[in-house]
């Protein structure tokens, strides 16, 4: 196969890719518009740097690929940009763009602390098919997918906040608790937290929407938090130990004995409820 006709293969399998990750993005109801939009958006500036070409493109194209888990033998690398470091090269693609920036330092998502948190996600854990988004001039967001194998599924965010000097992370639910049912889940909610030493359980009362979560200090803003990766890592298996009990909640299913404790908690505090 001559190599054009390999560039081109690579690239047409890539377009693919990105047209079903944009169907994914336009179809999942746990986005609100906004988010859709910078999402959407962060799809189009893959495909514009797939269909652009130029002097690095064997590099930009292996990075992508590596991204989307597409095959790229007889693709050779470009020496001369450091090869075998495609997914480095991925999560700095879009900081090509920023040198000519006049004002680079002023653009959260390109701070030395995000660099280094993309650099961990992407290159240390290898993880796979992260979408960001820096719309927000208070808060950047990378965002991915994470299952276990057996069924169940999170949606993981990392959320960097410059002005606070922090990272957030949420490992959520594609499901949400039922409203009827909320004071029950609240309770086992409560009492789980008591428990949690570095993670905690938070629910939004409005909508039922529940997930893990971890805040960690940025105190250095040219790095990762201290324990980054362990905590990313802590965050989503907390979140696959308690994915069983909160999802019996989603759908109202609950033993004898969390019943029982709640008609317990209900009668002691009745009469508090009906004071004057």
């Not at 560039?7 to 109801?29: P, V």
């Not at 746990?30 to 064997?58: F, M």
């Not at 990313?232 to 308690?242: K, P, Q």
């Amino acid at each position: 196969m001559e190599y054009d006709d390999l560039i081109a293969k690579i690239r047409g399998k890539i377009a693919r890719k990105l047209d079903d990750l944009q169907k994914t993005i336009a179809s999942d109801e746990d986005l609100d518009d906004k988010q859709r939009a910078s999402l959407t958006e962060t799809v189009e500036d893959l495909r514009e740097k797939l269909n652009t070409g130029g002097p690095n493109e064997a590099k930009e194209l292996r990075a992508m690929a590596a991204l989307f888990d597409v095959e790229t033998d007889g693709l050779e690398a470009d020496s001369a940009s450091g090869a075998g470091d495609e997914l480095s090269a991925l999560a700095g693609m879009f900081d090509d763009d920023v040198e000519s920036d006049p004002e680079p330092a002023e653009r959260p998502s390109q701070e030395g602390a995000w660099r280094d948190i993309r650099r961990i996600m992407v290159y240390e854990m290898e993880l796979k098919n992260i979408l960001y988004s820096d719309d927000d001039d208070d808060f950047i967001t990378a965002q991915f997918g994470m299952g276990d194998g057996e069924g169940r599924k999170l949606v993981v965010r990392v959320i960097y906040t410059p002005d606070a000097d922090c990272v957030q992370i949420r490992a959520g639910y594609p499901f949400d608790i039922d409203r009827r049912v909320l004071p029950i889940a609240r309770m086992f909610i409560c009492k789980r937290c008591y428990e949690m030493r570095y993670t905690r359980i938070e629910m939004d009362s409005r909508d039922g929407e529940v997930y893990v979560c971890t805040v960690l200090r940025s105190e250095d803003r040219q790095q990762a938090p201290e324990g980054f990766r362990g905590m990313l890592h802590l965050t989503m298996s907390v979140a696959f130990d308690e994915y069983d009990t909160l999802q019996r909640y989603a759908r109202a299913e609950f033993t004898d004995e969390e019943r029982a404790a709640f008609l317990e908690e209900v009668e002691r505090i009745s009469p508090l409820m009906l004071e004057d």
